[in-house]
């Protein structure tokens, strides 16, 4: 008879979760031997549970589904959360498949017992539950996937206790469709398009799947018919860019500058976006962006047809017809001399290759970034969505295995690099056409600025060296040599380039260390927050240069 384990098998291929990046553990064997029953399945091994997430993570952002995690009780869970919260944040479809003790090994409470539905719902609140029985087990599989798969996305967590799994009588359950999400409804698009025709300064704020092509050359028609300002959420969870698409400008991560960016709107209209909050809060700053004199309109919620609504909208002023403005192609031309971060993202932005897949986890270093791959050929570009770091090498785990026939270049801040380093491994295990690209700077330097924002008092030595990482300096490249990906230590320019150069032409994965000081170091830290102080008083074509320099 078939278990419940090899039932839940075939019920994920036949939804179409294909992938599993497992960290698995006792509770966990019957589902790891059920894999060898199905062919369609392809499993990633993970030597940290927070790889695995974010690999499921990268992977969704890239194949537009979910794939499965396996994960070892509520401590696998937990060593999760990181990457989880997120793709919560990111709204991005993922399956996890949580395995528990026995259903009636519970009441021992054994070392590893915990309760792994309160462990989920922080990052899975739209959906936890434990499968009870495994006849009731694919049922719950089905609705699960379903759940994840409903516009917007989401993460949905499966508990699996291991007697379920073992058990006999599995069925497999068929998928169910997610329901069809609707178009903005045709009050709002008439208000909205009555703001943009009042004349008024108007800005849509554009994030989750409205910042794919389609929806994007939408926005862009209405851009050129009526003067409207086209912004990106700071960190999107997926963004196509380069040449012969719409630029569209990010809101900086930086509060202060994103005010710049948003002082003179009159119209703020949301597709896919909340609007703009700072990150933190600052004693004597405001949490929320938007300008008092600018009025809010949301267009098209998370749950709601993108594209369509985006469409009606360029009907209802007339814009259906408009010629988009696109990003002409420009390339930056090759860095020479001491290498810099500034000059990594350049060496990016002239040697990326066509329909390139780049993971930005730069943090200061990648500051450029944005600005040096603007005209380079049509690539993607994944972020930072929640915040909490170690999302990029992971991220591109997943990217990478989803998209096995487009280049991955993952750059990625050293103190980030550290959380989930594991994650070479995987690649070289799995030998994906990744590039990691590890600024080091020996610093947290973004640490470094926020201590002079939050008005810390003066730092002293004890301060500082907590967010120090020069003793010792790490060396990424024999670590990643260690894990068996290709990797060498750059300190010029030409070194980086040449460097790039090869790891496009040999497939595998490659770790390029990128030796740097600080982008925002000496002088620089120390008129930051003096400059940003004075925004607010400075004239704003003035203030908006100053944006398009620090954070362009």
Not at 119 to 126: D, E, L, Q, T
Not at 495 to 519: C, F, N
């Amino acid at each position: 008879m078939t278990n419940g384990a090899q039932a839940l098998m075939k019920t994920l291929v036949d939804a179409g979760v294909e992938v599993c990046f497992s960290n698995p553990g006792t509770s966990e064997m019957h589902f790891v031997a059920a894999l060898d029953d199905e062919p369609k399945m392809r499993a990633v091994l993970a030597l940290f549970e927070g790889v695995a997430t974010g690999a499921a993570d990268g992977y969704a952002r890239m194949a537009d589904k979910p794939a499965a995690t396996l994960l070892h009780l509520g401590c696998g869970l937990g060593n999760g959360l990181a990457n989880l919260h997120n793709a919560r944040k990111g709204k991005v479809p993922v399956l996890n498949i949580v395995g528990d003790h026995a259903t009636y090994h519970v009441k021992y409470d054994a070392q590893l017992q915990s309760d792994i539905e309160t462990v989920a719902r922080n990052v899975s609140p739209g959906f936890v539950r434990t499968a009870k029985s495994t006849e009731t087990l694919c049922q719950d599989a089905a609705e699960a996937i379903a759940a994840a798969r409903t516009a917007p996305g989401q993460v949905a967590t499966l508990i699996l206790p291991a007697d379920v799994s073992w058990g006999e009588g599995g069925v497999p359950s068929a998928p169910m469709a997610p329901p069809t999400p609707e178009l903005a409804d045709d009050a709002t698009v008439e208000a909205i398009a009555s703001a943009i025709r009042s004349g008024k300064k108007t800005a849509l704020l554009m994030g989750g799947h409205s910042l794919r092509e389609p929806s994007m050359l939408a926005a862009a028609k209405l851009a050129a018919h009526s003067g409207v300002t086209l912004l990106a959420e700071t960190f999107p969870t997926r963004m196509e860019r380069g040449a012969g698409l719409p630029y569209i400008e990010r809101l900086a991560y930086l509060a202060e500058l994103a005010t710049v960016q948003l002082t003179d709107v009159e119209h703020l209209v949301l597709v896919d976006a909340k609007a703009p909050v700072s990150f933190f809060a600052y004693p004597g700053k405001k949490s929320y962006l938007v300008p008092d004199t600018c009025e809010v309109h949301t267009l098209v919620a998370p749950d709601q047809d993108i594209l369509a609504s985006l469409n009606k909208l360029n009907d209802a002023v007339g814009a259906s017809q408009a010629e988009p403005r696109l990003q002409p192609e420009k390339r930056p031309g090759r860095p020479r001399g001491k290498l810099t971060a500034e000059k990594v993202c350049k060496a990016v932005g002239e040697l990326m290759p066509e329909n390139a897949i780049i993971v930005d986890e730069g943090i200061t270093s990648s500051l450029m970034l944005s600005v040096m791959t603007a005209g380079a050929p049509r690539h993607d570009m994944i972020t930072l969505t929640g915040g909490a770091i170690g999302q990029g090498l992971p991220n591109a785990v997943g990217a990478a295995v989803a998209c096995p026939d487009r280049p991955v270049i993952a750059l990625i801040g050293d103190g980030t690099a550290m959380y989930t380093i594991q994650a070479l491994w995987t690649m070289a295990r799995e030998q994906l056409n990744v590039t990691s690209i590890i600024f080091n700077n020996a610093s947290y330097s973004v640490l470094n600025i926020e201590l002079e924002r939050v008005g810390a008092e003066e730092a002293g030595e004890k301060a500082k060296s907590q967010l120090d990482l020069r003793g010792p300096v790490i060396n990424f490249a024999e670590m990643a040599n260690g894990m068996g990906v290709h990797a060498v230590r750059v300190h010029t320019a030409e070194e980086m380039a040449k460097a790039l150069e090869y790891a496009q032409r040999m497939p595998g994965p490659h770790l390029i260390e990128a030796v740097i000081p600080e982008s925002l170091s000496g002088v620089k830290r120390r008129i930051l927050p003096w400059m940003l102080r004075s925004l607010p008083s400075l004239p704003l074509s003035v203030s908006k240069a100053l944006k398009r320099k620090l954070a362009p």
